[in-house]
């Protein structure tokens, strides 16, 4: 009895000081993580900060997991708590760590450089994906760790994995519309039919385009108003872009003159009118140079049109303001119709 007793007690103070000792070197593996912490601040690549942050924190809390179980095995447990000394235990620990290791490891190199990437890109498209690609790395991971956790501690996990993928495949058809926008914005950042800030035209709708994102693109039309079209759309559409593969546009003005006019008089002013407006106005440009052509001959008018080039597309309202307005104006000077539609009305008594 006093041989037991003492061995007892000894064997106790001994996981007393396996704890201690323990203690102190996680506190002084935590001070020099800290150290190199600062240090790795201090140096230009981002590699040392990503190893630091995914060992730094778990190298600890492993020193205190070893203590724990050392204090275990040395201290005289009770009967009924001699299960804990199992090696699947610390097996399941060592799972759980390298998860932690593995899931931060990845989620630091993809924000890191992930990040630094999609920063020299207009579109924030990556910036989601980025985003996404964080998130589901991490799921994958702890996942994996979750299905060896139950197969080191001998849980069947069959009826479980039937049961997800059941749920996956349930998942997979509710997401279907989702998966369908979500790679048709994969494949517009890829393929860049526009970029923000361009001025596209989808169905009857123009605007400039202010956000292309995972699921959807969002543009403001010219009444200012915000349009959302789900990527799956845009993939399915003709898409018009203004601002390809230049800013500068076509501007067509429509002018009608009375019949009798002067057709070279007309020619001539129509094309004063355009390169006086491109010297005066500096949206409006001379190359390529204003061109004027006598379409058809209208039911109350002959008809021309006046092209000039804007080398704003976003300016085609204001052009066609300046040219109506001096045409208007020199038309008044010379005597040229403008006539308006009309009809004859006849009579029988």
Not at 14 to 32: D, H, K, Q, R, W
Not at 202 to 209: E, P, R, S, T
Request: charged share 20%; with cysteine.
């Amino acid at each position: 009895m006093a041989t037991g007793t003492i061995f007892g007690m000894n064997g106790n103070l001994l996981a007393v000081i396996v704890s201690i000792t323990g203690l102190v070197i996680a506190l002084a593996m935590y001070g020099i993580v800290g150290w190199f912490r600062k240090k790795a601040e201090q140096t230009e690549s981002q590699l040392d900060d990503i190893l630091l942050a995914a060992f730094g924190t778990p190298a600890v809390v492993a020193v205190l997991v070893i203590t724990f179980f050392l204090s275990l095995q040395v201290a005289d447990l009770p009967a009924q708590f001699q299960f804990i000394l199992d090696s699947k235990y610390v097996n399941v620990i060592w799972i759980l760590l390298g998860a932690w290791i593995i899931s931060t490891f990845i989620y630091t190199m993809i924000e890191t450089y992930g990040h630094r990437i999609a920063a020299g890109t207009k579109t924030d498209l990556d910036d989601r994906m980025i985003a996404l690609a964080q998130v589901a790395s991490k799921y994958v991971i702890w996942f994996a760790a979750f299905l060896l956790v139950l197969y080191v501690l001998e849980i069947d996990i069959t009826p479980f994995l039937a049961g997800a993928g059941i749920a996956g495949i349930a998942l997979a058809l509710a997401a279907q519309d989702f998966l369908s926008n979500f790679f048709g914005g994969a494949i517009i950042a890829v393929d860049k039919p526009f970029k923000i800030n361009d001025r596209i035209m989808i169905d009857q709708y123009v605007g400039d385009v202010i956000c292309v994102g995972a699921r959807s693109t969002r543009i403001k039309t010219l009444d200012n108003q915000i349009v959302t079209f789900p990527n799956k759309k845009i993939m399915d559409s003709y898409v018009i872009n203004y601002a390809q593969p230049d800013m500068r546009m076509k501007v067509r003005v429509n002018v009608g003159v009375a019949y009798g006019s002067d057709i070279d008089k007309v020619r001539e002013i129509l094309m004063e009118i355009a390169k006086d407006a491109s010297r005066h106005y500096p949206f409006i440009t001379e190359d390529p140079d204003p061109s004027v052509y006598f379409l058809e001959f209208g039911a109350s008018s002959l008809n021309f049109q006046l092209v000039v080039w804007t080398n704003d597309f976003s300016m085609t309202w204001e052009t066609k303001d300046v040219i109506n307005t001096r045409i208007a104006k020199r038309f008044a000077e010379e005597g040229i119709e403008i006539p308006f539609p009309q009809m004859d009305v006849h009579m029988r008594t």
